[in-house]
């Protein structure tokens, strides 16, 4: 019984963390692979056998570099609203990819589930930051954009290290961003029904 209660709380955990990981690269897509790597490298992170070459040195050189570079690109003025162009699809792929990167000894069945949830969440947090930099880019000209990307990096750094180190927290964080983003959505769609022309 203990055994059993051991390895669901295992599971919950790796699921945890893999949504946790998924909500971060709806923020910035690298930067939780760079912090996935580093920490499989120092053994503080198991990965499925089939992403262990995420725990290897290539790994990290390569998503700590494009961190870097996707980092500084966002602060580049009208540059970010492009990126934002590709990055939803991207984010959907890299939050799918990160949460099954994470979730080890999970049934595969209840592990494809999860993959397309984090795959989601990516997606709709993703769709929250390009909405927050496209008002920020109407009231502002671009010139608020620099505070909505340190924002997303804060947050994409916040929720890979909690995912990581606490993934209950981070799992809570999630759903509770899932919540702002969706209801925020809700809104916008009522407001532009409305807004329609009736007949």
Request: charged share 10%; glycine share 8%; aromatic share 6%.
């Amino acid at each position: 019984m203990d055994l059993l209660t051991n390895d669901i709380a295992i599971d919950l955990l790796s699921i945890a963390a893999g949504l946790g990981l998924s909500a971060a690269c709806g923020f910035r897509v690298f930067l939780p692979f760079a912090a996935i790597s580093l920490a499989a490298m120092t053994g503080y992170l198991p990965l499925t056998p089939e992403f262990a070459w995420l725990g290897q040195w290539p790994a990290l050189i390569i998503f700590s570099t494009a961190t870097v570079v996707e980092i500084g690109a966002y602060y580049i003025p009208w540059l970010d609203n492009l990126l934002d162009t590709i990055a939803t699809p991207v984010a959907v792929l890299a939050g799918a990819i990160a949460a099954a990167a994470v979730l080890v000894d999970i049934p595969p069945e209840m592990r494809w589930t999860v993959v397309a949830i984090a795959g989601g969440t990516a997606g709709v947090v993703q769709t929250g930051s390009v909405l927050t930099r496209a008002l920020s880019t109407a009231l502002t000209g671009g010139l608020g954009n620099v505070a909505v990307a340190s924002a997303e990096l804060i947050g994409a750094a916040l929720m890979s290290l909690l995912a990581i180190l606490l993934p209950p927290l981070a799992l809570i964080l999630a759903i509770g961003l899932l919540f702002v983003i969706l209801r925020r959505l809700l809104r916008r769609r009522r407001t532009n029904a409305a807004a329609r022309p009736q007949g």
